[in-house]
């Protein structure tokens, strides 16, 4: 006799972001998703009303990874930077699912309630309610372009394409095996740079 297999919706969300996390957006298929939970596509809909929805709440899901927290707590710079830092995290744990952030400004309560903290954080610490849409968005771009691919991508790892005719990239082999460390760094990077020069920007007023 079998087991009865027991389908919820967390467990609905977390086979579906497997699927998507091993193949990407195209993977996903409620057919699919189904075979992988051991039920038919039907049941599905118990906890789903269809594919768009599924993936709402997986964009809702990873989305809650961004922290907003420091926003009112902490100065309006460490909040942003906290903010950019956990969003990046987020998504660099699922790639796939940039796109989806990409084209989507969030529409749930809890989404809309990130973006009114961090708006609300940012023209409290004396910016205009024009330039906190903007250095949010900055942020925004800024962890979306890192998440939709890597710095390293099309680096060899063999020294003999570089060792000759690109003098000053004589190391670039060593990109691909270093990755992680060289993605997260420069997200990094470019989230001090741009937290700093809004300091500046800031103090000369």
Avoid: C
Wanted: net charge neutral.
């Amino acid at each position: 006799m079998h087991g009865v297999v027991v389908v919820n919706a967390q467990r609905v969300l977390d086979a579906a972001l497997e699927l998507i996390d091993a193949g990407g957006l195209p993977a996903l298929s409620m057919r699919r998703l189904a075979t992988e939970l051991g039920v038919q596509a039907p049941s599905l809909y118990h906890h789903v009303t269809s594919k768009d929805e599924l993936l709402a709440a997986l964009v809702e899901r990873v989305g809650a990874g961004a922290d907003t927290s420091w926003f009112g707590e902490k100065g309006w710079d460490e909040a942003l930077l906290r903010w950019g830092r956990t969003y990046h995290g987020a998504l660099a744990e699922h790639p796939a699912l940039a796109p989806l952030f990409v084209h989507s400004p969030g529409r749930s309560h809890s989404a809309l309630r990130r973006i009114d903290t961090v708006h609300g954080g940012l023209v409290g610490a004396g910016w205009t309610p024009l330039e906190a849409t903007e250095i949010a968005a900055a942020v925004k771009f800024l962890v979306m372009g890192a998440a939709s691919g890597s710095v390293t991508a099309g680096f060899s790892d063999d020294p003999a394409v570089y060792a000759e005719k690109y003098p000053h990239l004589t190391s670039a082999h060593r990109l691909p095996a270093r990755r992680a460390a060289v993605d997260s760094g420069t997200v990094e990077l470019a989230l001090v740079a741009l937290v700093d020069g809004l300091r500046l920007r800031l103090d000369r007023r």
